[in-house]
């Protein structure tokens, strides 16, 4: 189970915490982890997230080492309104 929650604080600053939970019942063994962490946004698709790991669970497809510590991620955002559209081109072109 995982959940993620974001608070935009202005256009270019996000407070942003993850959480994810993982519980198997055969072995009754549960691992857990919270991820605050503060992004910026260094230009309309980029983003600069730093942050700090807490918990147990280790999750080989979120990073080699996985587990607790500090964290620094790069990413984009992309939206509909992020790449202007085949459309657009033409309706510039045509004045409507």
């Not at 063994?29 to 730093?50: C, I, K, N, Q, S």
Request: aromatic share 10%; hydrophobic share 45%; glycine share 12%.
């Amino acid at each position: 189970m995982g959940a993620r929650t974001s608070v935009i604080l202005n256009p270019f600053l996000t407070v942003r915490a993850d959480g994810r939970l993982l519980m198997e019942r055969t072995s009754g063994t549960t691992r857990w982890d919270v991820a605050p962490a503060l992004a910026v946004g260094l230009l309309d698709l980029v983003e600069l997230a730093v942050g700090y790991r807490f918990g147990d669970l280790r999750d080989p497809d979120f990073s080699v080492r996985g587990g607790h510590g500090a964290f620094l991620t790069l990413g984009t955002k992309v939206t509909e309104g992020s790449v202007a559209t085949v459309a657009d081109f033409w309706r510039s072109r045509f004045g409507n």
